[in-house]
């Protein structure tokens, strides 16, 4: 997958110091041979557009390695183990294994549509992961690095199974903030047990959990804490060392990796109904699917050489700043307690918020990689989000007003308007060639000296910086047109020749932009380098202009943002969620809502309603259309339910609605309320229902 194919190692090229964490260039005359992760999203539900600001951000720097003729190879994995998936699994009524088959196939499928560039992609449930966990933990504990010990647990009666943490909320034992998960207070941060918490419920039956005693496995990352505290400087994002630096006041605490069955995961060799904790087996899970790569492809890959302490090769994860104790800490110890090599650095990003808020499923914000796409050019998104990355662990906002606007202005009105205002004159007055010489050298050798600079920003992460200045040059690209005016000097018979070697310069111009741009907009690129006639870009091509060189015929390059669009697919995600309620994810809280006093809660209408007959929504994936008897009028909700319920299932049956909910057009029709359910969403979505000799129309109090 290298980019450039066979035209060879880029000389004397430029790159950032051993550790590639700040912006100090250094020349380096041999190739570099790189290993990238991204973090390895959850294989218990689809990708959303979160998730694409780690996968563009990774995607773009090894794209430009490669295009600096760099080997820089990238792999990734969903993350298969634990409760989550087991209990999706057992709700879907299909094995975990099909489970994270199926979502790691759709998860290929939005890699490839956002062109994530990745060598391999594999699930943590492979036969790899599990011959390098083994021998992870054998070398581990043969060093003295595993402990173990007897530990309380949540424990559920019902479900017959221990509770992580994350699976008991109840209030906090400090503030007294209610619906708390079972490790720490939102509110007041505390952290705590899930037994500490005050009427504790268990997230999987709703039934109070026991506590039982169990053996544990832990390792010892304490035993570690000087050589952590050494290595960290120069490895990890500046902005990340005092956060560090608490952990390490705090005293490094000995890890669980051990979870009693029933648990989908690796069992612990020798152990009985004992199984690694899927943070133990997850970051191994990096290594596996590189080991994978190097069995199953013909890369000629060395295992050994990117994962011992050669310094011939470089290891980098990119991660999001909610996982950085695991991978700043845990995973180097763990790495160098098994003798291998730890990561030569740690690219910390933040949190993705849309419109300025958290994203939201109610105010549809909360948007699917595959629902955007189904409405919009991946490119648009990659750019957007470039256009805001920066080395820093700020998060980005996704304001979608911004995102039409800066898209259709730089895409569109600057860079594919250069090629569309040149590429008609050299088609009408030249036959689609390029002149043989070019008007302004100063002006292209200004555009090929800026590569430096720009190269430096995408080595440092810096892609804002990048962005402002490849789009400086767009301008300049523009105002050269502009002052020579082609289109009326064209009218002049005697400036034809002059008109083509201006027009020649512009498309030459807008041939550098596209080598800059090609790590943010690939799948434009691939389109102007159709029209460009040329071979796939490479860092280089931007120091030599082309003349004399024939091109295609100018087509549009990419459409103008539609705002339209991009209130459908608002609209779609709203839809998809806005005729239930479910409780919360473990893994992800949606919006914090706080209190509300007694006064604002019986505002709300909620009404016993009977399902009349319940219909598929065609052109809806998500939606069923309720109609439903209220006693004294009849109305029409669309309900988010139908990955759970099919519609002969439901008619007749006994709901609770929102009935003062203010109706909401659709495109499918207008939802006159919504019915209320709870669960996780997706396949685990319950109605809730009145108890038997409840009636239509009732007031529910």
């Not at 000995?254 to 069955?261: F, K, L, Q, T």
């Not at 998060?395 to 090629?419: P, Q």
């Not at 027009?503 to 030459?508: A, D, M, R, T």
């Not at 209190?595 to 209408?605: C, V």
């Amino acid at each position: 997958m290298m980019a450039g194919g066979n035209r060879g190692l880029v000389a004397n090229v430029r790159a950032g110091n051993r550790s590639y964490l700040c912006l100090e260039p250094r020349e380096l005359a041999e190739q570099r041979n790189i290993l990238v992760t991204s973090a390895l999203p959850y294989a218990s539900g689809p990708l959303h557009l979160g998730h694409l600001v780690e996968y563009t951000q990774t995607d773009v720097w090894v794209r430009f390695q490669r295009m600096r003729g760099h080997r820089c190879i990238y792999v990734c994995a969903s993350d298969a183990h634990g409760t989550p998936t087991m209990l999706r699994a057992e709700k879907e009524e299909i094995s975990p294994e099909e489970l994270v088959s199926e979502v790691a196939e759709k998860h290929r499928k939005d890699f490839e549509d956002y062109h994530i560039s990745v060598d391999n992609y594999q699930t943590t449930h492979s036969p790899e992961n599990k011959e390098l966990t083994e021998e992870m933990y054998r070398r581990l504990k043969k060093a003295g690095h595993i402990t173990q010990r007897v530990i309380k647990q949540a424990y559920d009666e019902k479900k017959n199974m221990f509770l992580p943490d994350r699976y008991v909320r109840g209030t906090c034992p400090v503030c007294s903030t209610p619906d708390q998960h079972g490790d720490s207070c939102e509110n007041c941060s505390a952290t705590y047990t899930p037994m500490d918490l005050k009427n504790p419920v268990s997230v999987v039956s709703g039934t109070t959990p026991s506590v039982r005693e169990s053996e544990h496995f832990f390792f010892r990352l304490g035993d570690f804490d000087d050589e952590l505290r050494s290595w960290v400087p120069g490895h990890v994002d500046g902005s990340m060392v005092n956060k560090l630096d608490e952990w390490f006041r705090a005293g490094l605490k000995d890890w669980d990796i051990s979870r009693d069955a029933p648990y989908f995961g690796f069992e612990i060799p020798g152990e009985s109904d004992k199984y690694f904790y899927v943070w133990f087996d997850a970051p191994i899970g990096y290594m596996a699917s590189f080991l994978n790569l190097c069995r199953t492809s013909n890369l000629d890959l060395d295992f050994n050489e990117f994962w011992s302490n050669d310094e011939r090769t470089e290891l980098y994860h990119f991660i999001g700043k909610d996982i950085v104790y695991f991978h700043t800490l845990f995973w180097p110890a763990v790495l160098s307690g098994a003798g291998y090599r730890k990561p030569s650095g740690i690219f910390v990003h933040g949190f993705l918020t849309v419109d300025g808020q958290k994203m939201s499923k109610s105010r549809g914000t909360f948007i699917m990689a595959s629902t955007y796409s189904k409405y919009l050019d991946p490119d648009y998104l990659r750019y957007y989000f470039a256009a805001k990355l920066s080395d820093a662990v700020d998060d980005i906002d996704l304001n979608l007003e911004d995102f039409v606007t800066r898209v259709n202005s730089d895409l569109v009105g600057k860079l594919v308007n250069i090629a569309s205002r040149c590429a008609g004159f050299i088609h009408k007055l030249n036959k689609d060639q390029l002149a043989d010489n070019l008007p302004n050298n100063t002006l292209f050798e200004e555009f090929s000296a800026a590569e430096k600079d720009i190269a430096a920003y995408y080595e440092a992460r810096n892609y804002s910086k990048a962005l402002r200045q490849i789009m400086a040059l767009a301008d300049r690209a523009n105002q050269y047109i502009d002052k020579e005016k082609p289109w009326i000097q064209a009218k002049d018979s005697t400036q034809i020749e002059h008109v083509v070697r201006v027009c020649s310069l512009g498309i030459n111009l807008f041939r550098t932009l596209m080598v800059y741009l090609k790590p943010v907009v690939p799948g434009l690129t691939k389109r102007a380098e159709e029209f460009l006639n040329v071979s796939p870009l490479v860092w280089s091509d931007a120091e030599t202009p082309l003349v004399g060189h024939p091109v295609k015929q100018f087509k549009s390059l990419l459409e103008r943002v539609d705002s339209k669009k991009v209130q459908a697919m608002v609209e779609d995600t709203r839809s998809d969620f806005s005729a239930s309620t479910p409780l919360e994810d473990p893994n992800q809280k949606e919006d914090g809502l706080g209190e509300i006093d007694i006064e604002l809660f019986s505002k709300i209408d909620l009404r016993v309603a009977r399902i009349v007959k319940a219909s598929l929504v065609e052109g809806a994936d998500k939606l069923l259309k309720l109609q439903l008897d209220l006693g004294s009028e009849k109305r029409n909700v669309f309900s988010g339910i139908r990955s759970a319920y099919d519609p002969e299932d439901l008619d007749g049956r006994l709901v609770v609605v929102v009935a003062n909910l203010k109706p909401r057009k659709m495109r499918f029709g207008t939802s006159q309320g919504m019915v209320l359910a709870g669960g996780p969403g997706g396949e685990d979505i319950y109605l809730l229902s009145p108890d038997s000799g409840a009636k239509p129309g009732m007031k529910v109090t």
